[in-house]
C-alpha cells in the first residue's frame, strides 16, 4: 500500500508560530541592552542640600554676593554699608550650580585665588578662562563623552570658523549651570527644549548676538516660514537637527553647518534613510499610549511609519507585478467571453 | 460530474460570516493600506483617518483570522485544507491546463465541487498559502508596526521596524494580488454571479 503523506497547514502554522516566538525571545533578550539607557546621576532639585557638597562652605563666601542680584559692602572709608546691584552676567543662579556637573568645584579651581580678597583687583579681569579640553581632554574617565571628538567639529563648525577664538564652548555652554542632559534625561521633550534655549540665548536676544558679529540678528520665525507646521517643528525637532551634521555617533552633534547646508527636504526626515525615524516611531507611539490610553492612543492615532518604505524599486517592482497580474486576468477574461458567444 | 440539480451546502454559517467580513475588511485594509503607504490624500483617504481605519481593521481580521484558524482546527472544514502531497503536483498541472485552454474548449471542470472536495488543486494550495502563511505573517508584522517595541531593535544594523515594515508590505501586497485573481475566479461559477450568490446563502 502506497504511504499517503498529508499536509496540515493548521498544524505547520503552529509550529512555525512556536518557533518564531521562540526565535523572537532569544533576539529581543540578546538585544535588551540595544537602547542603551544611562543611568542619572545627578541630584534633582528636590535633593538640594547644601551640605553634602563638600566646597559649598568655601563656594559660599563667593555666592553671598554672586549670588543674588545685589549685595553690600562696608566702605571704609566712610563707614558705611553700601548696597550695590550685581551685574547680571556675574550672577550664578546658586539652585542651578548645586545641581550641575561642576557643583563639587570650588570657584577658585577655576578663577584666581586672589579673588579672595575684596574689592577685587581689576588685574583679574583679564585672567584667562579654561575650557573645557583643559580639564576634560585625554582623561581615560570621561572618554565616552568623546570631549576631543567634540572639539574638532566645533573646530570645523560655522561658530568657530566664523568666530575664532571669540567664540568659546561657554557661548552655549555656562560651566556654572551645565548638567549633562541628553544622555541622562528620560523626558525627551524637556532636553528638545533645553538644546533649543541654548541656540536661542544668543539666536533670540540681539544684544548677546551682537557681541559677535555686525549682522542684524534674523528673524528665525520669518526665515522658517517655508516649514510646514512650524511650531510642531520647533517644539518637537532641535535645531541641531537640521543645522549640524549628523554623521557621527555623537549624541549631541557639534558640528553646526552653515545656513545652506541646513536640512531642507521634508524626505531627509520623513523617509527611510532618516536615522531618526524608527526611535521617533517608537517614542510617538509610546506617548500616544501615556496621553490617549491604551485603546486610543494605540489604535486611534495618526502615527505610521510614513514613507520609510518608500523604496522607488519596490514601487516599481510592485506595480509591474500588479499591472501583469491584472492584464492577464483581462486577456484571460476577454478570451472567456469570446469564446461563450 | 456536477450534480446541478441538488444544490449543495458547503458553506455554513460561520463561513460565511468570516468570509464576509475577512472580504469587506482585506479591502478596506488595501485601500487605507495604499493611502499610509504614498501618504498621498488626494487619490485615497486622508492620511489621519487611514492610520485609525486601518488599525481597527487590522484589529478586527486579526480577530476573524482567529474565528477562521480555530474553526478550521475543530470542524471538518479544516479537511478541505489538507493537502495530500501524491500526485499534488500533477493535480495543479490538470487544473493549470483547465484554467488556460480548457476553460476556453467549454471542458469540464476536472475538479468538481463535491461535498469531499470543496476546492481544486490550484484553489488549495493558494488558499493555504495566503490564508495560513502570508496572513499569518501580515497579522504578526502588523501588531509588530502597531507596538513597535516588541520588534528587535537590529539586525546587521538595520532596525527591527526596517525588517517588520517590509514584512507587512510584501505580505499585504500578496493579498492584494490574490484578491485580484480570487475576485476573478470567482466569475468561473454556473454564471458569473453564482458564486458570489453561494457565499451568500450557502449553497453551491
Not at chain 1, 318 to 338: C, D, E, G, K
Not at chain 2, 80 to 85: A, L, M, P, S
Not at chain 2, 115 to 144: A, C, D, R, W
Request: net charge positive; charged share 15%.
Amino acid at each position: 500500500m502506497m504511504y499517503r503523506a498529508n499536509i496540515r497547514p493548521a498544524w505547520v502554522v503552529l509550529v512555525l508560530l512556536l518557533c518564531f516566538a521562540i526565535a523572537w525571545g532569544l533576539a529581543k533578550t540578546s538585544n535588551s541592552d540595544g537602547t542603551g539607557k544611562l543611568t542619572d546621576k545627578q541630584a534633582s532639585h528636590e535633593n538640594l542640600d547644601l551640605t553634602k557638597f563638600k566646597n559649598s562652605e568655601a563656594n559660599e563666601q563667593c555666592l553671598k554676593c554672586h549670588g543674588q542680584s545685589k549685595y553690600a559692602y562696608e566702605n571704609p572709608e566712610s563707614q558705611k554699608i553700601v548696597h550695590k546691584r550685581m551685574y547680571t552676567e556675574l550672577i550664578i543662579k546658586r539652585d542651578e550650580f548645586y545641581v550641575s556637573n561642576h557643583r563639587g568645584f570650588k570657584c577658585t579651581d577655576c578663577h584666581s585665588e586672589d579673588y579672595g580678597t575684596f574689592p577685587h583687583s581689576g588685574n583679574l579681569r583679564m585672567e584667562s578662562k579654561a575650557n573645557c579640553l583643559d580639564c576634560h581632554g585625554g582623561d581615560e574617565k570621561y572618554a565616552k563623552f568623546q570631549f576631543e571628538k567634540i572639539d574638532s567639529n566645533f573646530m570645523a563648525s560655522v561658530h568657530s570658523q566664523k568666530h575664532s577664538q571669540d567664540f568659546t564652548c561657554w557661548m552655549c555652554h555656562n560651566p556654572h549651570t551645565y548638567k549633562i542632559n541628553a544622555r541622562t534625561n528620560e523626558n525627551l521633550k524637556e532636553t528638545i527644549t533645553y538644546d533649543n534655549l541654548i541656540c536661542l540665548n544668543c539666536h533670540s536676544d540681539i544684544t548677546k548676538y551682537e557681541l559677535l558679529t555686525d549682522k542684524q540678528k534674523p528673524n528665525i520665525l520669518v526665515k522658517h516660514e517655508w516649514l510646514p507646521n512650524q511650531a510642531v517643528h520647533f517644539i518637537n525637532v532641535r535645531c541641531i537637527e537640521c543645522h549640524a551634521l549628523n554623521k557621527d555617533t555623537l549624541i549631541v552633534a557639534h558640528l553646526i553647518a552653515p545656513k545652506n547646508l541646513a536640512v531642507k527636504k521634508c524626505e531627509s526626515c520623513h523617509a527611510k534613510n532618516s536615522i531618526l525615524y524608527a526611535s521617533l516611531f517608537k517614542y510617538q507611539v509610546q506617548e500616544n499610549i501615556k496621553k490617549q490610553g491604551w485603546f486610543k492612543g494605540l489604535f486611534l492615532s495618526e502615527t505610521a511609519t510614513i514613507g520609510p518604505d518608500q523604496n522607488n524599486t519596490l514601487n516599481v517592482i510592485s506595480l509591474a507585478i500588479l499591472s501583469f497580474t491584472i492584464l492577464v486576468i483581462l486577456t484571460h477574461a476577454i478570451i472567456r467571453i469570446q469564446k461563450s458567444h | 460530474m456536477e450534480n446541478h440539480n441538488e444544490p449543495l451546502y458547503l458553506y455554513p454559517v460561520w463561513i460565511r460570516f468570516w468570509h464576509i467580513l475577512n472580504a469587506l475588511l482585506c479591502l478596506t485594509l488595501i485601500i487605507t493600506g495604499l493611502s499610509i503607504q504614498f501618504s498621498n490624500p488626494t487619490i485615497t483617504v486622508k492620511f489621519s483617518a487611514a492610520v485609525a481605519i486601518h488599525n481597527v481593521a487590522g484589529v478586527l481580521l486579526s480577530l476573524n483570522y482567529i474565528i477562521f484558524f480555530l474553526g478550521n482546527l475543530f470542524t471538518k472544514n479544516g479537511a478541505y485544507y489538507v493537502i495530500e502531497v501524491n500526485g499534488f503536483f500533477q493535480r495543479m498541472k490538470t487544473q493549470f491546463y483547465h484554467y488556460t485552454m480548457g476553460v476556453f474548449k467549454k471542458e469540464n471542470a476536472p475538479f468538481p465541487v463535491t461535498e469531499h472536495l470543496k476546492f481544486n488543486p490550484l484553489q488549495q494550495f493558494s488558499y493555504v498559502v495566503i490564508m495560513y502563511f502570508v496572513m499569518t505573517l501580515v497579522i504578526l508584522s502588523g501588531i509588530g508596526l502597531l507596538y513597535p517595541e516588541i520588534t528587535i531593535n537590529s539586525l546587521l544594523g538595520i532596525s527591527g521596524l526596517d525588517y517588520t515594515d517590509l514584512l507587512h508590505l510584501t505580505s499585504g501586497f500578496l493579498v492584494t494580488l490574490f484578491m485580484c485573481i480570487h475576485i476573478y475566479f470567482c466569475t468561473f461559477g454556473k454564471t458569473t454571479l453564482s458564486n458570489f450568490k453561494s457565499i451568500i446563502n450557502g449553497y453551491h
